[in-house]
Each structure stands twice: as structure tokens, then as C-alpha cells.
């Protein structure tokens, strides 16, 4: 199953990457809450959606091999601590788009970091 959950958030883990990499201006507008940081910054988002990619392709390798668990914690620590950025401006009250977030953001970077590390018993070696 752990397999299977990493596999799932993967894609739009890598989707998302993919979008701002090649498309930056149109997730810059299509997400909800995005524009709401400042305005566009064209290098800033395709980096950002490098590492998007490289954290979906780690996650993506733990569906794969079991044993690159170790990459997609790594993958999964990007998104956590992502989401921890998130969940700050959650607490702090100036994200107004918290529900949004919560569950596009928080969630799945909390369940990407708990599937990633192998459960007791799983052979990884």
C-alpha cells in the first residue's frame, strides 16, 4: 500500500512541477491563492517546480524500487517542509485560502512523508 500512495501523489506531485516549469504564467494564475503573494517572478516559480518534479520522480521511485525509500523521504521532506510554510500562514492567519490548502497542501505532503519511510517488516534492502 505504501507503494501504491507514493505512486498517487507522485503525478500530480510531477504534474504540478511540469506546469511551472513549462507554463509558469498560467499555474501563476490558475492556482487559487498564488497571485495573492506578490507579483509573477518567472525564475522563482520554475525553480520552484524543478524541485517539484525531483520531489514526485524521489516519491516516484519508492513505488518502483522499495528500496529508494530513502529518496522519496527526501522527495517527501521537500513537500513537508513546503507545507509547514503553509501551515504557519494557516496559524498566523494571513493565508485566505486555508481550507484550499490544508487539503491540496498539508495533506498530501503529510501522507507522502508517512509512506515514504517503509513500514515494519516491508524488505527494502
Not at 507514493?6 to 513549462?22: D, E, K, Q, W
Not at 501551515?87 to 494557516?90: E, H, K, Q, S
Not at 485566505?96 to 513500514?119: E, K, M, S
Given at each position: ?52 518534479v ?15 525509500w ?16 503553509h501551515?504557519?500562514?494557516?496559524i ?28 515494519k517488516?516491508?524488505?527494502?534492502a
Open positions: 500500500m505504501r507503494r501504491s500512495i507514493s505512486a498517487i501523489l507522485a503525478v500530480p506531485t510531477v504534474v504540478n512541477g511540469l506546469m511551472m516549469m513549462l507554463s509558469g504564467p498560467f499555474w501563476y494564475m490558475s492556482v487559487r491563492g498564488v497571485s495573492d503573494t506578490g507579483p509573477y517572478n518567472d525564475h522563482f516559480v520554475r525553480d520552484i517546480g524543478a524541485a517539484f525531483v520531489a514526485g520522480l524521489a516519491l516516484a521511485a519508492r513505488a518502483w524500487r522499495p528500496r529508494y530513502a529518496a522519496a523521504v527526501a522527495g517527501a521532506a521537500f513537500l513537508a517542509l513546503h507545507a509547514l510554510l501551515l504557519l500562514m494557516v498566523d492567519g494571513r493565508d485566505q485560502h486555508a481550507v484550499f490548502d490544508l487539503i491540496t497542501v498539508v495533506l498530501p505532503a503529510g501522507l507522502a512523508l508517512y509512506f515514504a519511510f517503509p513500514a517488516g516491508e524488505v527494502h
